[in-house]
């Protein structure tokens, strides 16, 4: 079954946690974005962990060098998963990687501005990446033009695990479902809805329908 997995991309340390009350129930996975780490540093990660220890809690670093040293520091904060970008020499994947075997944890690959996402989530998952996040990012996903389409379609063709961020609302979480990634990841169509709650829960609904 896919895992739900929601992106916080808030900026405040008391607003994620409040946010992750309203939605724990109906999610897998709570993402603490890429803004509300570099706005509250890494103790956003254990007052996570410490809040929701029966949750997986995925720290979007987005590293780019020093993949060991970062993804260390995720982890020794209560980070479940810790990402580094597919962009970067393979020398950094294997040093997270290495991190993340002993301390029995996870990495995830962003392909946010991979030109080929499927070659590389192939070539990453060699590497012992627990999944690769096909990414289209908020900055890619407000040009003219975009469509998550592309990301489902290349999660047909990846045959390794992946997840689906970019976008992922109700009206196209079935064809994430059926696309065959392993997690959906879903921001804006939850944090900002009216009603968070409601909104986790009708993805969550939908993928176990
Ligand atoms: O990773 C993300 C982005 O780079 C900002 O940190 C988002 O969390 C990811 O794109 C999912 O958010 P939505 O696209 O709003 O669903």
Known sequence: M??????????????ALALAKKVAPY???IELGTPL???????????????????????????????????????????????????????TIEGAVKAAKEHGRGVVIDTIGVKDRVKRAKEVTKLGVSFVELHAGLDEQALEGYSIQVLIDEAKKAGVPVSIAGGVNKDNIDAVKNSGAVVAVAGGAIYSAEDPAAAAKELHDLINA
């Open 37 to 91: 780490i570099k706005s509250e540093g890494v103790a956003v990660i254990r007052a996570m962990k410490d809040a929701f220890p029966d949750k997986e809690v995925f720290a979007d670093f987005k590293t780019a060098d020093t993949g060991e040293l970062e993804a260390g520091l995720a982890f020794d904060a209560g980070a479940d998963y810790v990402t580094i970008l597919g962009s970067v020499d393979d020398a």
């Open 2 to 15: 896919i895992k739900l997995q929601v992106a916080i991309d808030l900026l405040k340390t008391e607003d």
């Open 27 to 29: 999610v897998d996975i």
